[in-house]
C-alpha cells in the first residue's frame, strides 16, 4: 500500500498488525524513520525491516539506540 507519508490510518490499513515483516521504504530517510517508529507503536511485536542510507550509532547515537530496542 502506498502513502504519501507515514500516518496510522495507512499503516493501518495496510495490514501493519498482521504483517510478518514489513518494510516502510520512503524516498527519504527520516520519513522511513518516522513510519518505523509510528509502526513499532501500533504494533510493538512486529519486526520491521528497514533500509535506511545512514548510519545511525554515528549519526545519532539516541536514535541508532532507539532502533535497537
Known sequence: MEGAA????TLLRAGLR??????PLYEDDEVTMRAAFLARRLAPGVRLVLGVRLVLRTYNRKLGRRMRT
Request: proline share 20%.
Open 18 to 23: 498482521g504483517a510478518e515483516a514489513p518494510a
Open 6 to 9: 507515514p500516518d496510522e490510518r
